[in-house]
């Protein structure tokens, strides 16, 4: 039912559908990050009944923000601040549910007890590690 409703809209709005060519910037030295993003994006508009078409180039981070300033780049995802804020017209979608930035500790299976009482960053520093070992 839901996709007939789908595609109820898509052909309800093809009149109404653009073609969207949007120059994508990806960043040289994170070469799979934006692979998340630009899905997202594409699979969005093209539930909106859009054609899309995703023109990406390999860019440093200080040539991304320059083409963005000229128009030479449609969209590049940044974390949010003040000054980007009124730089660039903001798009308020969570993305990342506030998880940039986070550190993720994975452990070894069994070793749960090891870490019971680590809570802040300086209890890990406490247990002492060492090239993978924990000293103790």
């Known amino acids: 039912m839901k996709r007939i409703i789908v595609l109820l809209l898509c052909f309800m709005s093809v009149a109404s559908a653009e073609n969207?060519?949007?120059?994508?910037?990806?960043?040289?030295?994170?070469p799979f990050q934006h692979i998340f993003y630009h899905d997202l994006?594409?699979?969005?508009?093209?539930d909106s009944c859009h054609k899309v078409e995703l023109v990406s180039s390999r860019l440093p981070h200080l040539r991304i923000k320059y083409?963005?300033?000229?128009?030479?780049?449609s969209i590049?995802?940044?974390?949010?601040?003040?000054?980007?804020?009124?730089?660039?017209?903001?798009?308020?979608?969570?993305?990342?549910?506030?998880f940039i930035g986070k550190?993720?500790?994975?452990?070894k299976k069994g070793t749960q007890k090891k870490y019971n009482n680590v809570k802040t960053l300086n209890d890990f520093r406490k247990l002492n590690w060492l090239y993978g070992k924990i000293m103790v």
Do not use: A
């Not at 550190?103 to 452990?107: A, E, G, N, P, Q």
């Open 103 to 107: 550190r993720v500790l994975f452990i």
């Open 67 to 73: 083409y963005m300033d000229i128009g030479e780049v």
């Open 76 to 98: 590049f995802w940044m974390i949010e601040s003040e000054e980007r804020n009124n730089k660039y017209i903001p798009i308020k979608v969570g993305l990342t549910n506030k």
């Open 41 to 46: 994006l594409k699979k969005s508009l093209e």
């Open 20 to 30: 969207i060519k949007l120059n994508i910037p990806i960043l040289e030295d994170g």
